[in-house]
């Protein structure tokens, strides 16, 4: 799909013509949630499910060099854009924008509503100087930045792996992360909000934040009744080898995990449940 004039303008400003001696090549591509399929073979729902609003495709080739393939995707807001950065992250710096990461000829970062996915078709040093040079101009042609969700901010900081922090609204890659049912067991929609991180003593947290106080209620007491008994004695429970417990705090629900032992729970869950207040 070629650009309308409208986003042929948006993208001119943010994207450049050239880059040291990579030029841009033919039309940019444009494309909306309805056709993202047929540019993202079987991961389209990924970014649609993070709030996808539309993606500019651009080509930069240079005489005996590889491709450069430029993607900027505009998730609708700043959350999204974080979310969708930090979805399979491993090691983010500061270089770019508001987070980013660089691996061998790939670099992506977030920054506003926007995510940036720079890649060279192999690695070089001219690549890698082009590439840094690309995300600079982006960088500083976008000219706002967003804020991380609130839910994230309420992560307890001691011993967080701060790459490990994910950010959600699809119960599917709650099960990615962690697999606790087959099923929406805790009734995710995209009202909802997660966010997940991982912690130096083995400890995964989980926040739910529901759009509504009383589904959050309803849910409990659906998973205390059918998925979850042991929620009723509000203690760990060891379940297929690793050690859970869930937490109550309309509209919140909170749930920890850890293959060795419960121990770290109680201190955890103090510090969210003075930071939820």
Same mark, same amino acid.
């Given at each position: 799909?070629?650009?309308?004039?409208?986003d042929?303008?948006f993208?001119a400003?943010?994207?450049?013509?050239?880059?040291?001696?990579?030029? #841009?090549?033919?039309?940019?591509?444009?494309?909306?949630?309805?056709?993202?399929h047929?540019?993202i073979?079987g991961?389209?729902?990924?970014?649609?499910?993070?709030?996808?609003q #539309?993606?500019?495709?651009?080509?930069?080739?240079?005489?005996?060099? %590889?491709?450069?393939?430029?993607?900027?995707?505009?998730?609708?807001?700043?959350?999204?854009?974080f979310g969708?950065?930090?979805?399979?992250?491993?090691?983010?710096?500061?270089?770019?924008?508001?987070?980013s990461?660089?691996?061998?000829?790939?670099?992506n970062?977030?920054?506003?509503?926007?995510?940036?996915?720079l890649?060279?078709?192999?690695?070089?040093?001219?690549?890698? #100087?082009?590439?840094?040079?690309?995300?600079?101009?982006?960088d500083?042609h976008?000219?706002?930045?967003?804020?991380?969700?609130?839910?994230?901010?309420? +992560?307890?900081?001691?011993?967080? #792996?701060?790459?490990?922090?994910?950010?959600?609204?699809?119960?599917?890659? +709650?099960?990615?992360?962690?697999?606790?049912?087959?099923?929406?067991?805790?009734?995710i929609?995209?009202h909802?909000?997660?966010?997940?991180?991982?912690?130096?003593?083995?400890?995964?947290?989980?926040?739910?934040?529901?759009?509504?106080?009383?589904?959050?209620?309803?849910?409990?007491?659906?998973?205390s009744?059918?998925?979850?008994?042991?929620?009723?004695?509000?203690? %760990?429970?060891?379940?297929?080898?690793?050690?859970?417990?869930?937490?109550?705090?309309p509209?919140?629900?909170i749930?920890?995990?850890n293959?060795?032992?419960?121990?770290?729970?109680?201190?955890?869950?103090?510090?969210?449940?003075?930071?939820?207040k």
């Amino acid at each position: 799909m070629t650009a309308s004039s409208t986003d042929s303008l948006f993208f001119a400003n943010l994207l450049p013509d050239s880059v040291n001696s990579w030029h #841009k090549q033919d039309a940019d591509e444009i494309y909306l949630p309805q056709n993202l399929h047929e540019f993202i073979d079987g991961g389209a729902e990924l970014y649609i499910s993070y709030g996808f609003q #539309k993606l500019c495709h651009r080509t930069y080739s240079s005489p005996d060099q %590889p491709d450069i393939l430029v993607d900027v995707f505009d998730m609708g807001n700043s959350a999204n854009a974080f979310g969708i950065f930090m979805h399979t992250r491993e090691n983010v710096d500061s270089s770019f924008g508001q987070g980013s990461e660089y691996v061998q000829g790939f670099l992506n970062f977030w920054k506003d509503r926007f995510y940036i996915s720079l890649l060279a078709m192999a690695e070089t040093e001219d690549t890698k #100087k082009a590439l840094f040079a690309l995300a600079k101009h982006i960088d500083t042609h976008i000219p706002g930045e967003g804020e991380i969700p609130s839910l994230v901010n309420k +992560l307890p900081q001691q011993g967080l #792996k701060t790459s490990s922090i994910r950010y959600f609204h699809h119960y599917v890659w +709650l099960n990615s992360y962690i697999y606790l049912s087959n099923e929406n067991i805790f009734k995710i929609n995209d009202h909802d909000q997660i966010a997940l991180a991982r912690y130096a003593n083995g400890t995964t947290l989980i926040i739910i934040q529901y759009a509504d106080t009383s589904k959050s209620i309803q849910v409990w007491n659906e998973l205390s009744q059918i998925s979850f008994p042991e929620l009723k004695n509000k203690q %760990p429970f060891l379940r297929q080898k690793t050690w859970l417990q869930f937490y109550l705090q309309p509209p919140f629900l909170i749930v920890l995990a850890n293959d060795d032992s419960p121990e770290p729970f109680k201190k955890l869950l103090n510090e969210i449940v003075q930071k939820l207040k």
